[in-house]
Protein backbone atom coordinates (compact mmCIF):
# COMPACT_ATOMS: atom_id res chain seq x y z
CA UNK A 1 0.00 0.00 0.00
CA UNK A 2 1.47 3.72 -0.96
CA UNK A 3 1.69 6.41 1.13
CA UNK A 4 -0.50 9.39 0.07
CA UNK A 5 1.21 12.17 -2.12
CA UNK A 6 0.86 14.38 0.29
CA UNK A 7 3.11 12.35 3.35
CA UNK A 8 5.44 11.38 0.65
CA UNK A 9 6.37 15.35 -0.69
CA UNK A 10 7.34 16.37 3.03
CA UNK A 11 9.80 13.26 3.61
CA UNK A 12 11.09 14.26 -0.02
CA UNK A 13 11.61 17.66 0.53
CA UNK A 14 13.13 16.71 4.18
CA UNK A 15 15.96 14.33 2.81
CA UNK A 16 17.17 16.60 -0.17
CA UNK A 17 17.27 19.26 2.62
CA UNK A 18 19.39 17.07 5.06
CA UNK A 19 21.61 16.35 1.71
CA UNK A 20 22.24 19.95 0.80
CA UNK A 21 23.17 21.02 4.87
CA UNK A 22 25.42 17.35 4.58
CA UNK A 23 27.40 18.65 1.65
CA UNK A 24 27.19 22.11 2.73
CA UNK A 25 29.28 21.00 5.75
CA UNK A 26 31.63 18.97 4.08
CA UNK A 27 32.44 21.49 1.70
CA UNK A 28 32.92 23.82 4.67
CA UNK A 29 35.01 21.30 6.59
CA UNK A 30 37.49 20.94 3.31
CA UNK A 31 37.67 24.64 3.01
CA UNK A 32 39.03 24.75 6.54
CA UNK A 33 40.91 21.92 5.79
CA UNK A 34 42.50 23.88 3.19
CA UNK A 35 43.15 26.78 5.41
CA UNK A 36 44.72 25.14 8.22
CA UNK A 37 47.12 23.45 5.58
CA UNK A 38 48.35 26.62 4.18
CA UNK A 39 49.07 28.26 7.84
CA UNK A 40 50.62 24.86 8.80
CA UNK A 41 52.49 25.30 6.15
CA UNK A 42 53.38 28.86 6.41
CA UNK A 43 54.41 28.34 10.10
CA UNK A 44 56.49 25.24 9.29
CA UNK A 45 58.72 27.91 7.10
CA UNK A 46 59.21 29.72 10.02
CA UNK A 47 59.38 26.40 12.27
CA UNK A 48 56.97 27.02 14.56
CA UNK A 49 53.45 25.24 14.83
CA UNK A 50 50.23 25.96 13.01
CA UNK A 51 49.11 27.32 16.75
CA UNK A 52 51.65 29.25 17.97
CA UNK A 53 51.86 31.11 14.33
CA UNK A 54 48.24 31.93 14.67
CA UNK A 55 49.03 32.88 18.49
CA UNK A 56 51.88 35.23 17.23
CA UNK A 57 49.26 37.28 14.93
CA UNK A 58 46.66 37.59 16.84
CA UNK A 59 48.78 38.64 19.34
CA UNK A 60 50.68 41.29 17.01
CA UNK A 61 47.06 43.45 16.27
CA UNK A 62 46.24 46.43 17.82
CA UNK A 63 42.97 45.42 19.51
CA UNK A 64 42.13 48.86 20.81
CA UNK A 65 42.50 50.58 17.58
CA UNK A 66 40.30 47.70 15.64
CA UNK A 67 37.50 48.26 18.01
CA UNK A 68 37.26 52.16 17.24
CA UNK A 69 37.50 51.09 13.49
CA UNK A 70 34.97 48.05 13.49
CA UNK A 71 32.21 49.94 16.06
CA UNK A 72 31.73 53.46 13.92
CA UNK A 73 31.87 50.98 10.42
CA UNK A 74 28.66 48.72 11.86
CA UNK A 75 27.27 51.72 12.36
CA UNK A 76 27.36 53.32 9.21
CA UNK A 77 26.50 50.24 7.45
CA UNK A 78 22.90 49.65 9.55
CA UNK A 79 22.34 53.18 8.48
CA UNK A 80 23.42 53.32 4.98
CA UNK A 81 21.86 49.69 4.90
CA UNK A 82 18.31 51.06 6.33
CA UNK A 83 18.02 54.11 4.32
CA UNK A 84 18.65 52.17 0.57
CA UNK A 85 16.03 49.46 2.04
CA UNK A 86 13.27 52.42 3.04
CA UNK A 87 14.02 53.80 -0.38
CA UNK A 88 12.94 50.34 -2.22
CA UNK A 89 10.05 49.96 0.05
CA UNK A 90 8.59 53.22 -0.69
CA UNK A 91 8.71 53.24 -4.32
CA UNK A 92 7.63 49.35 -5.10
CA UNK A 93 5.30 48.76 -1.98
CA UNK A 94 4.06 51.67 0.09
CA UNK A 95 4.82 55.46 -0.66
CA UNK A 96 3.98 56.86 3.08
CA UNK A 97 6.19 54.51 5.05
CA UNK A 98 9.25 56.74 6.79
CA UNK A 99 12.57 56.25 7.40
CA UNK A 100 12.15 56.26 11.45
CA UNK A 101 9.74 53.39 10.98
CA UNK A 102 12.08 51.10 9.03
CA UNK A 103 14.87 51.84 11.34
CA UNK A 104 13.90 49.34 14.00
CA UNK A 105 12.69 46.64 11.89
CA UNK A 106 15.53 46.34 9.81
CA UNK A 107 18.09 46.48 13.40
CA UNK A 108 15.95 44.32 14.72
CA UNK A 109 16.37 41.79 11.19
CA UNK A 110 20.12 41.42 11.99
CA UNK A 111 18.86 39.33 15.25
CA UNK A 112 17.57 36.63 13.04
CA UNK A 113 19.97 36.84 10.49
CA UNK A 114 22.76 35.45 13.12
CA UNK A 115 20.71 32.41 12.03
CA UNK A 116 20.05 32.74 8.37
CA UNK A 117 19.85 35.82 6.39
CA UNK A 118 16.78 34.49 4.67
CA UNK A 119 14.85 34.79 7.90
CA UNK A 120 15.98 38.45 8.54
CA UNK A 121 14.61 39.34 5.05
CA UNK A 122 11.12 37.28 6.18
CA UNK A 123 10.78 39.74 9.36
CA UNK A 124 10.80 42.59 6.91
CA UNK A 125 8.17 41.49 4.85
CA UNK A 126 6.53 40.38 7.61
CA UNK A 127 6.29 44.01 9.39
CA UNK A 128 4.58 45.54 5.54
CA UNK A 129 2.22 42.73 5.21
CA UNK A 130 0.56 43.50 8.87
CA UNK A 131 1.44 47.52 9.26
CA UNK A 132 0.93 48.51 5.26
CA UNK A 133 -1.14 45.12 4.06
CA UNK A 134 1.29 44.61 1.64
CA UNK A 135 1.04 41.00 0.52
CA UNK A 136 4.04 38.69 1.19
CA UNK A 137 5.10 37.71 -2.14
CA UNK A 138 5.32 41.87 -3.11
CA UNK A 139 6.84 42.44 -0.05
CA UNK A 140 9.38 39.76 -0.93
CA UNK A 141 9.80 40.69 -4.29
CA UNK A 142 11.57 44.23 -3.21
CA UNK A 143 13.86 42.52 -0.84
CA UNK A 144 14.85 39.96 -3.44
CA UNK A 145 15.49 43.35 -5.77
CA UNK A 146 17.79 44.47 -3.21
CA UNK A 147 19.66 41.17 -3.03
CA UNK A 148 19.74 41.58 -6.54
CA UNK A 149 21.15 45.12 -6.63
CA UNK A 150 23.78 43.45 -3.79
CA UNK A 151 25.13 41.33 -6.01
CA UNK A 152 25.60 43.73 -8.92
CA UNK A 153 27.29 46.91 -6.57
CA UNK A 154 29.61 44.22 -5.56
CA UNK A 155 30.38 42.99 -9.69
CA UNK A 156 31.06 46.80 -10.55
CA UNK A 157 32.96 47.52 -7.71
CA UNK A 158 35.06 44.57 -8.29
CA UNK A 159 35.40 45.60 -11.60
CA UNK A 160 36.67 48.72 -11.23
CA UNK A 161 39.29 47.28 -9.31
CA UNK A 162 40.26 45.22 -11.12
CA UNK A 163 40.70 47.58 -13.91
CA UNK A 164 42.62 50.14 -11.80
CA UNK A 165 44.98 47.01 -10.34
CA UNK A 166 45.22 44.45 -13.25
CA UNK A 167 48.75 43.77 -12.60
CA UNK A 168 47.91 43.21 -9.10
CA UNK A 169 45.20 40.33 -9.98
CA UNK A 170 47.64 38.69 -12.09
CA UNK A 171 50.23 38.06 -9.07
CA UNK A 172 47.79 36.50 -7.38
CA UNK A 173 46.68 34.36 -9.71
CA UNK A 174 49.25 31.63 -9.31
CA UNK A 175 46.76 29.03 -7.87
CA UNK A 176 43.89 30.04 -9.65
CA UNK A 177 43.86 32.31 -13.09
CA UNK A 178 41.50 35.15 -11.71
CA UNK A 179 43.43 37.50 -13.90
CA UNK A 180 41.24 35.66 -16.80
CA UNK A 181 37.67 34.13 -14.61
CA UNK A 182 37.29 37.72 -13.11
CA UNK A 183 37.66 39.50 -16.89
CA UNK A 184 34.95 36.50 -17.79
CA UNK A 185 32.66 36.91 -14.76
CA UNK A 186 32.08 40.70 -15.69
CA UNK A 187 31.11 40.15 -19.21
CA UNK A 188 28.73 37.59 -18.24
CA UNK A 189 27.06 40.22 -15.86
CA UNK A 190 27.36 42.75 -17.59
CA UNK A 191 26.26 41.44 -20.90
CA UNK A 192 23.11 39.98 -18.80
CA UNK A 193 22.19 43.57 -16.96
CA UNK A 194 20.70 45.19 -20.00
CA UNK A 195 18.87 41.90 -21.13
CA UNK A 196 17.75 42.16 -17.48
CA UNK A 197 16.13 45.45 -17.48
CA UNK A 198 14.96 45.39 -21.13
CA UNK A 199 13.13 41.94 -20.33
CA UNK A 200 11.41 43.29 -16.97
CA UNK A 201 10.16 46.38 -19.12
CA UNK A 202 8.15 44.10 -21.37
CA UNK A 203 10.10 44.59 -24.57
CA UNK A 204 12.38 41.83 -24.40
CA UNK A 205 10.12 38.15 -25.34
CA UNK A 206 6.79 40.31 -24.86
CA UNK A 207 4.86 36.74 -24.80
CA UNK A 208 7.20 35.66 -21.52
CA UNK A 209 4.85 34.80 -18.45
CA UNK A 210 7.69 34.77 -15.83
CA UNK A 211 7.86 38.68 -15.61
CA UNK A 212 4.10 38.65 -14.24
CA UNK A 213 4.90 36.70 -11.00
CA UNK A 214 4.09 38.62 -7.80
CA UNK A 215 7.52 37.60 -6.46
CA UNK A 216 9.33 39.53 -9.52
CA UNK A 217 7.08 42.29 -9.07
CA UNK A 218 9.42 44.98 -8.05
CA UNK A 219 11.46 44.03 -11.39
CA UNK A 220 8.74 44.91 -13.42
CA UNK A 221 8.24 48.39 -11.62
CA UNK A 222 11.65 48.88 -11.68
CA UNK A 223 13.10 51.51 -14.15
CA UNK A 224 16.63 51.88 -14.91
CA UNK A 225 17.19 55.01 -12.47
CA UNK A 226 15.86 52.85 -9.54
CA UNK A 227 19.09 50.29 -10.11
CA UNK A 228 21.55 53.32 -10.57
CA UNK A 229 19.84 55.04 -7.60
CA UNK A 230 19.85 51.83 -5.59
CA UNK A 231 23.69 51.36 -6.38
CA UNK A 232 24.45 54.67 -5.42
CA UNK A 233 22.67 54.53 -2.51
CA UNK A 234 24.47 51.54 -1.10
CA UNK A 235 27.82 52.42 -2.64
CA UNK A 236 29.03 54.03 0.96
CA UNK A 237 28.71 50.94 2.55
CA UNK A 238 31.27 49.39 -0.18
CA UNK A 239 33.64 52.09 0.08
CA UNK A 240 33.97 52.41 3.35
CA UNK A 241 34.22 48.50 3.73
CA UNK A 242 37.42 48.74 1.51
CA UNK A 243 39.30 51.53 3.87
CA UNK A 244 37.77 49.85 7.27
CA UNK A 245 39.54 46.46 5.82
CA UNK A 246 42.64 47.77 4.23
CA UNK A 247 43.65 49.80 7.88
CA UNK A 248 42.38 47.07 9.90
CA UNK A 249 44.65 44.77 7.58
CA UNK A 250 47.84 46.89 8.67
CA UNK A 251 46.63 46.99 12.31
CA UNK A 252 47.21 42.75 12.16
CA UNK A 253 50.63 43.66 10.43
CA UNK A 254 49.21 42.58 6.86
CA UNK A 255 50.26 45.55 4.00
CA UNK A 256 47.42 45.57 1.78
CA UNK A 257 47.17 48.49 -0.69
CA UNK A 258 43.39 49.99 -1.75
CA UNK A 259 43.42 49.04 -5.09
CA UNK A 260 44.21 45.72 -4.33
CA UNK A 261 41.48 45.70 -1.55
CA UNK A 262 38.89 47.53 -3.74
CA UNK A 263 39.59 44.60 -6.85
CA UNK A 264 39.39 41.70 -4.13
CA UNK A 265 36.92 42.50 -0.72
CA UNK A 266 33.66 42.59 -3.55
CA UNK A 267 34.94 39.18 -4.72
CA UNK A 268 35.31 37.82 -1.03
CA UNK A 269 32.23 39.39 0.10
CA UNK A 270 30.27 37.55 -3.11
CA UNK A 271 31.88 34.49 -1.56
CA UNK A 272 30.68 35.20 1.58
CA UNK A 273 27.18 35.47 0.55
CA UNK A 274 27.21 31.23 -0.80
CA UNK A 275 25.55 29.01 1.92
CA UNK A 276 28.37 27.44 3.66
CA UNK A 277 28.58 27.18 7.42
CA UNK A 278 30.81 30.29 9.01
CA UNK A 279 31.36 32.17 5.41
CA UNK A 280 33.80 29.28 4.60
CA UNK A 281 34.20 29.99 0.94
CA UNK A 282 34.78 33.40 2.03
CA UNK A 283 37.57 32.28 4.21
CA UNK A 284 38.90 29.95 1.61
CA UNK A 285 39.45 32.73 -0.69
CA UNK A 286 41.05 34.95 1.33
CA UNK A 287 44.18 32.68 1.06
CA UNK A 288 43.84 32.37 -2.61
CA UNK A 289 44.00 36.25 -3.11
CA UNK A 290 46.26 36.71 -0.26
CA UNK A 291 48.47 33.17 -0.73
CA UNK A 292 51.85 35.23 1.48
CA UNK A 293 49.16 35.92 4.32
CA UNK A 294 47.46 32.65 5.05
CA UNK A 295 46.66 33.50 8.08
CA UNK A 296 44.40 36.22 6.98
CA UNK A 297 41.14 33.52 6.22
CA UNK A 298 41.21 33.63 10.62
CA UNK A 299 40.97 37.64 10.45
CA UNK A 300 38.01 37.24 8.15
CA UNK A 301 36.62 35.24 10.35
CA UNK A 302 37.00 37.37 13.53
CA UNK A 303 35.76 40.05 11.28
CA UNK A 304 32.34 39.12 9.89
CA UNK A 305 31.79 37.07 13.59
CA UNK A 306 32.36 40.76 14.82
CA UNK A 307 30.19 42.48 12.46
CA UNK A 308 27.30 40.15 12.67
CA UNK A 309 27.25 40.01 16.65
CA UNK A 310 27.41 43.88 17.06
CA UNK A 311 24.90 44.61 14.16
CA UNK A 312 22.78 42.09 15.82
CA UNK A 313 23.54 44.37 19.55
CA UNK A 314 21.83 47.49 17.60
CA UNK A 315 18.88 45.00 16.31
CA UNK A 316 18.81 44.42 20.60
CA UNK A 317 18.68 48.08 21.15
CA UNK A 318 15.91 48.89 18.34
CA UNK A 319 14.25 45.55 19.84
CA UNK A 320 11.32 47.33 22.02
CA UNK A 321 10.72 50.41 19.33
CA UNK A 322 10.20 47.02 16.39
CA UNK A 323 7.90 45.16 19.27
CA UNK A 324 5.70 48.28 19.03
CA UNK A 325 6.08 48.20 15.76
CA UNK A 326 4.83 45.13 15.02
CA UNK A 327 2.55 44.49 17.54
CA UNK A 328 1.58 47.78 19.42
CA UNK A 329 -1.68 49.28 19.24
CA UNK A 330 -2.30 50.92 16.04
CA UNK A 331 -2.24 54.44 17.34
CA UNK A 332 0.95 54.26 18.60
CA UNK A 333 2.87 52.54 16.02
CA UNK A 334 0.51 53.99 12.54
CA UNK A 335 3.69 54.57 10.55
CA UNK A 336 1.95 56.76 8.56
CA UNK A 337 1.15 59.42 11.07
Known amino acids: MTEP ?3 QAPASSNARNLIFKLVTWVIAIGCFYLVYTRVE ?3 ARESMSAADYMIRFFGEADWGMWLMIMVPYSVFF ?5 HATWRVIRWFNTPDIRLRNILPIRASAYILSLVNEQVGKGAMTLYLLKRYK ?6 LSSM ?14 SAIGVL ?11 MRRLDIILPVVFIIAFTYLPLHIWYFSGSLLKNSKLRDKALLRAFRQAKPTHYLLVFLFKAPNLLFAVLVYTTALKLFQVDVGLGQMLAFLPVIFMAAALPLPFHAGALLLWTVLFPDYP ?4 FSLVMHTFFVVF ?7 FLPKANKELFGDEEASQATG
Open 5 to 7: AET
Open 41 to 43: AAA
Open 78 to 82: FVVDA
Open 134 to 139: VPGWEA
Open 144 to 157: IFLGFMEIYQLLIF
Open 164 to 174: IGYELVQEAST
Open 295 to 298: EVGA
Open 311 to 317: NAVIGVL
